[in-house]
Structures are given as C-alpha cells and as structure tokens.
C-alpha cells in the first residue's frame, strides 16, 4: 500500500525511478538536481535497485549513454539541470526524432552568466523544441506521480518518445514535505514492463540513426512532429489511469477559481502553488480573479488552453526566463499565437518574474493582477515587463 | 500555519534540526515543509533553514518572511544577525544561551517573548560534542509544541540509528531546562 | 543512407528512420566512384592480409590460393590498402577513360 511519509522530493522522485525499475542510469551530477542522481546511485551501490549506473564524464555523455541504452531496450532515467541540460543540447534532439522513450527530470535552473544555481526556467526554455514531451510539476506529490507517468507515457508503443519532468530546483528539489510514496506492486500495477518497437539486437540487426538526405529529413521531422501531436491522447489516458488507480487526477491544464474571472493567471510550476494563495487573498477582497495553470507544456494543449482560458478578459502570464531580444517571453509567445486573431481572445501580457531564485510572492501577484488590469484599458508599449526589478 | 526560522552555522545541524521537525509533523498527519536556505553550503558560516507546520494543505512556495518561532542554535549568532528580524507580534525566539533574561534583553535588544536554555553545556555533557542541532528541539518543543515529542523521537530514532539515544536524552534535558518568558 | 532509392511520405517512413534491413550496404556498388585500382604484384606479396583489414569497404576477400584480392564492384580506390601494406605489393594504377 501506497505510504505517507514526510521526504525531500529529490529523494521521492528517485524512489519514483527506483519503484519503475529504471535499468540504465548514466548521470552527471549538477546542482539542484543532485541529490536524485546521488540516491539512485545509492540504490545501485546497495543493491536494493538492479540497474547500471554510469558515472560519466560529462552530461553530453550522460545523454549519448541514454541514447545507446534505449536504443539496446533497456529502461533509461537521467536527471540534468541549467548548465548541465545545456551541455546536453546536442544529443537531446536525436533521440526524440529517433523515438527513444528516455526519461529525464529536469532541475530547473537559472543559466550562466551571471552563475547561478538558483531556480526559474531558462535552462528548459533554451530546451523547448527538442521534442521530447515536458510536464512541469507544481509539488513534491506531483514530482512523484509525474515521474512515474512519464515512464508510463514515454514507453507506449504509440507514443515512443522521451520525455522530461520538469521540477522547480530548490524550491521543489530542496524541500522536505508529505508525499504519498506508491508501493512497489501498485507502480508494477500502472506501468508494464519496457517492450521497445525496435531496439538494437544481433540477432536483428537494424541501423538507428542514419543520414537523412534532402528527400528523407523534412519527412521524419514530420512524423516526430505528428507523433506528438498524437501522443496528447495517451499521455490524458494514461493520468485519467493513474486517477482511477490512485485518485490523484492530473490533467494538461488546471484553473484555480476561475469561475466567472475577468483576469487570470497564468502559471507553469511551483509558483502555481502561491498564485492560488493570491487569487485566494485576492478573491476575498472581491476581485474577480483565477488561475490557469499549464502542466503538459510539449505537445501544447491548446484545446485545453483555450477552453480553460478563453473567457478570460485578460491573461497575465508569468514568464520565469527573460529572452533578450524577443518580442514577448516564451510562455506569452505562445498563448498570443494560440489566441490570434480568435474572437473575443483575451487581452495577453507576459511577466518576467522570479529570475535566478528571485522569490514570486503573492503581494507580486497582486501587483501582476494590478498591472495585467491596467495594460488591458491601455495597450502597452511593451508586450513583457520584467516584475520586481530595481532601478537604482 | 506556524513559520519557523532557525539560525545556525554551516555543519551545526540546522537544516537536519528542520527536517526532523517536518517529518514528526507528517508522521503526525499534519502538513509540513522543511527547506535550508537555497544555495552552497558553507561550513562554519551563518546559515538559516525553515519550517512550515500546518493542519491544512500548504500552498506556499515563498521563502519565510515572517516567522511565528525562530530558534537559534548558535550562542554567538544574536550579536551577528538580527534573529528577530520580521518575527510576528506574538512571536518566539529561542536562544542557546548561558545568559539570563535580563541580559539577553539588554545584550541583544530583544524585546519580544523567550526562550532561554544553555544548550551549549548540555551538548558537552551529554553528546561530548559542541552541536547544538537536537538539544535545541527540546528547546523548542518546550516554548511551543509545534509536535508531539513521541513523533519527534520516533523520527530521531530513524534519523540517527544507534546515536539516537544520546540525541534525545540531550533533547528531554533542554526541555526540563528551558526557560520560556512571558 | 536512409531510403536513397524509396522516396517515402512522412506517414510511410520508416518508424524512427530506422533502417530495417540489415547489411543493405550491399546494394550500393561504389565501384564507379574510383579513380585508381589497387594492382597486387604477388611476388612481393606475404598474404598478411592488411589490406583485407584496413579496407574501409569490405572489398577484399581472400582467394584460394591465399592472396587478397578487391572487388572491383565496391572498391573505391582510396589506396589505404597500398599505404598499409608492409611490403609495397599493392601499386595504385590510374584507371583508363
């Protein structure tokens, strides 16, 4: 039976990959995303997991290991963060276009320069169109449950994809609370064992990876691309399963009070957690305010977005990476191309907040909200304002 | 929602001084968080760590900024930091100190309620070690109650194996000793 | 290469862009590309077999009488067997028209 038990949630997600009976680990570690890969390695020392673990020199290698052990059919976790997922880049491609269904926890962490190990999303955002499914978890539980699923979803024979759980690093990793840890028959129970569509065998030899010339390469990009689009089915099947097992339901996107608000929030992650402590502070004063909050980031729910969302008069988006440059912050991007020219489309501006561990507070939300109000009446110059920063 | 914040040094114990506390809570069926302050860990410098303790789910991400208790591990921190700093109206700091009440009032400036125990000379004579961490929850458990000392025990017992004994025998001494102040 | 010959939609491509038949190489007769052929002066020859190793293609075999000798459909005339062999007994000769 499933136990409550008061743990830090790097060590609940790699209980998480333990209980799936990861068989390859090739890590490096990287702060905030130590203390996972120190566990596992632990388990591996002491028997009580039966896996490889490959202290490699490098998270490039730590990729490429992943890589060449998914391909074998082996169950393959790994954990990165910041700098580490950035070194990462270059392999982090191949194996989604080669539907390798790795899963990786992501630590996010602010990117160099200048250095900082503290939390926001940059490191992922750099990350966006590798093509592997990403999830972002707004709690220890979820960080759990998440990891579990990803194995669950990345392994479908339909979807074949890898896969990446974003966690809040520090503010998620570092952080001792009540998790309901699942037993070990119960996670035998949600997720099967790893059967691959294809892996690498002698006695069937097939090449993986091989060159895409002019007439192939547009053609495979295109089924990575149709495939997760595809995989949203499965991945919505596979937490209403998890529901049903464990009565924690999941869905791609989450509204918080929304009923009848004019403005809303729009979050990804544990902020999410504050904001609803600010809507609630916020509602009581009478305003009419809620929250959306994006769990499945890659395939996109738009449907969802836009039923959850779309009766909003205006959207606040809190963007947790500032890109030089851009025209608005990755996560407002999206939502104003999702919302194009859509009648009665909310009004959509993008807060750049809680930067390199800078703390979200709810007295910030309010300003947001304050903010987010005002711009609607009249329209900015700007379409993202960086929140909290200091002039002088 | 009780906040508590500790105030120790790098190596002294206090994030495990967190941890214990959060799990005691959750084993106790209440919602709890436990989390150092983020960032490199630095032996021998001032470092602080934090609790939440609460019957309702916690839906809060943001550092603590005003703390209903703040323990302080170290002797020499108050004159160092600003230990009361943001602490509620109504709220608790709890010294490791040979000092009285007095004094500490007119040494530190400390104006708000105490809790005074001389966790240093308990730590010597019952651990032989100058580490301040589980003495200093006796301390606590005395001012406030913020869990059940059963709990706290059965999560040392975990915790610390064959040295738990001596923990706790260091732990119920600081509680008999503590002094709370009006 | 991933289907050089089959000009597939992206809805028939291969699952991953994997290639599925195994030792396909095969089918691509690289001969044409050659501008020198290796020639084996047998007399220096020691039947070591270092060009047969060192071939980046596969292209020698050994015959019965125990000399190493290129198929002509696959070798592409790199020389490599020529600068490996420990007694000068491959000569790169030019090929005509």
């Known amino acids: 039976m499933a136990k409550r038990v008061g743990i830090e949630v790097s060590i609940a997600i790699a209980e998480a990959a333990k209980l799936a009976r990861s068989e390859v680990i090739p890590a490096y570690p990287i702060t905030p995303q130590t203390h996972i890969v120190e566990h596992l390695s632990e388990f591996v020392a002491s028997g009580e997991l039966d896996a490889e673990f490959i202290p490699v020199e490098s998270e490039h290698a730590a990729m490429s290991c992943c890589c060449g052990s998914s391909a074998a059919g082996a169950r393959t976790f790994t954990s990165s963060s910041s700098q580490g997922l950035s070194l990462m880049s270059e392999i982090l491609y191949i194996p989604s276009t080669m539907r390798l269904p790795i899963v990786m926890v992501v630590a996010n962490r602010a990117l160099s320069a200048p250095i900082s190990i503290w939390n926001d999303h940059q490191d992922i955002m750099v990350q966006r169109d590798i093509g592997w499914i990403q999830t972002f978890a707004e709690n220890g539980q979820e960080a759990f449950d998440l990891t579990l699923h990803a194995f669950r979803v990345a392994e479908d024979r339909r979807v074949s994809l890898p896969m990446i759980v974003n966690i809040d690093g520090f503010t998620l990793s570092h952080v001792i609370e009540p998790i309901e840890i699942l037993s070990q028959e119960e996670v035998d129970g949600y997720l099967p064992p790893f059967k691959p569509r294809y892996k690498l065998d002698p006695k069937k030899p097939i090449t993986m990876g091989p060159v895409g010339i002019p007439e192939v390469y547009t053609e495979a990009k295109m089924a990575h691309s149709e495939a997760i689009k595809a995989s949203k089915r499965v991945i919505i099947k596979a937490w209403q399963e998890f529901a049903d097992m464990f009565g924690r339901q999941y869905n791609p996107v989450e509204t918080y009070r929304c009923e009848d608000a004019d403005v809303m929030l729009v979050t990804m992650g544990s902020i999410s957690e504050t904001a609803m402590t600010a809507v609630d502070k916020m509602r009581e004063a009478g305003q009419q305010v809620g929250l959306v909050r994006i769990r499945l980031w890659r395939p996109f729910p738009s449907q969802e977005f836009r039923r959850a969302a779309g009766k909003a008069k205006v959207l606040a988006v809190i963007d947790r990476c500032l890109p030089p440059g851009a025209v608005c912050g990755p996560v407002g991007a999206e939502l104003r191309s999702l919302f194009y020219k859509v009648p009665g489309s909310p009004k959509i501006f993008s807060f750049v907040a809680g930067l390199g561990g800078r703390d979200v507070t709810v007295e910030r939300f309010e300003e947001i909200v304050d903010k987010a109000r005002a711009y609607a009446k009249k329209r900015p110059r700007e379409l993202f304002e960086v929140i909290g920063v200091r002039e002088k | 929602m009780k906040e508590v914040r500790l105030h120790g040094r790098g190596g002294q114990g206090g994030v495990t001084s967190a941890e214990l506390v959060a799990i005691a809570a959750i084993d106790e069926g209440k919602y709890a968080q436990a989390f150092p302050s983020f960032g490199p860990e630095r032996r021998g410098a001032p470092v602080a760590a934090f609790i939440r303790v609460s019957d309702k789910v916690i839906r809060t991400r943001e550092k603590v900024y005003h703390p209903d208790i703040v323990v302080v591990l170290d002797h020499s921190l108050p004159s160092l930091v600003n230990v009361a700093e943001g602490l509620k109206e109504d709220g608790i700091v709890i010294l490791n100190t040979a000092l009285s009440e007095d004094e500490v009032r007119k040494e530190f400036g400390l104006t708000c309620r105490l809790a005074l125990v001389d966790a240093n000379t308990i730590a010597a004579e019952v651990l032989g070690l100058p580490i301040t961490n589980t003495t200093m929850l006796g301390a606590l458990l005395k001012a406030t109650g913020i869990v059940s000392k059963d709990a706290l025990e059965e999560a040392m017992d975990r915790r610390f194996g064959r040295i738990a004994e001596k923990n706790k025998t260091a732990m119920h001494r600081a509680f008999d000793e503590t002094v709370v102040t009006g | ?97």
């Open chain 3, 1 to 97: 290469m991933a289907n050089t010959d089959a000009i597939v939609g992206w809805k028939t491509i291969t699952f991953g862009c994997h290639v599925m038949e195994p030792g396909n190489s095969v089918n691509f007769r690289t001969g044409d590309w050659r501008s020198q052929r290796p020639v084996l002066d047998k007399e220096k020859c020691i039947k070591c077999g270092m060009c047969w190793i060192f071939c980046p293609d596969m292209a020698y075999t050994q015959t019965e009488e125990g000399y190493f000798e290129a198929d002509m459909e696959y070798c592409k005339g790199c020389g490599i067997c020529a600068h490996e062999c420990p007694k000068d007994a491959i000569e790169m000769v030019t090929e005509e028209g």
